[in-house]
Each structure stands twice: as C-alpha cells, then as structure tokens.
C-alpha cells in the first residue's frame, strides 16, 4: 500500500513539473502579449505606405504609445548586418525603454528582447 501512495504521488509530481515547464517556456508573458500587439498593430497599419523603407528595418514605436517601455521594431528574418547598423535600430532602446519587439516586414514576431 505505501509503494502505491510513492508512486501516484511520484507520478503526479512528474507531471505536474512536466506540464508547468512546457507552458512557461511556449507562452509569451502577458506584458509580451500587449507589447506584441501594439507593435502587430503599428506594422499593419505601416504596410499599405510606400514611403516607408522596409529593407531597411525601420523603427515603428520609439517608443510605443500603450507600452512606453517597449519599441517596435522591423528587421529581416533571418536577421542580416544591416539589421545591426544603429541608425536602423530605434534609438529609445535600451534606454530609456527596456524591451523591444521584432517583428519581419510581414509583421510576424522574430523575437522579444
């Protein structure tokens, strides 16, 4: 009877640890989601405007209205050197803003930062 109490409790604790790290690790935190979608917001409205110059990776919240601690920022995916030139970067990052979101020319999330 003991053996079986171990291994139930044993069993769940795997689980248990199991589900909570597969969620953690795929879910974007709630500060990410609203920063995310501002800057989804940003880059879609910025899409039909032929005067922007999307090689270039250009910078569309410096910082964001909703989010004043985060940037949204257009770069190439897979990333190239003219993703890392400065005065293609927004210039609010890392100071005074903290995070930034990096989004393709197509508006789809590369990465948080």
């Known amino acids: 009877m003991n053996f079986q109490k171990i291994f139930v409790l044993f069993s769940f604790s795997i689980l248990f640890l199991l589900l909570g790290c597969t969620q953690s690790s795929d879910s974007p935190l709630p500060e990410q989601q609203i920063a995310l979608k501002e800057c989804k917001q940003l880059c879609n409205a910025s899409l039909p405007k032929s005067d922007i110059d999307w090689p270039s990776g250009p910078c569309l919240g410096n910082p964001m209205q909703q989010n004043p601690d985060w940037v ?8 190239i050197a003219l ?18 979101v990096e989004l393709d020319s197509q508006c789809n999330l590369i990465k948080f930062y």
Do not use: K, L, Y
Not at 72 to 79: S, T
């Open 83 to 100: 993703d890392d030139i400065a005065g293609n970067q927004c210039s609010a990052f890392p100071s005074p803003t903290n995070h930034f």
């Open 72 to 79: 949204c920022d257009i770069a190439q995916n897979p990333r």
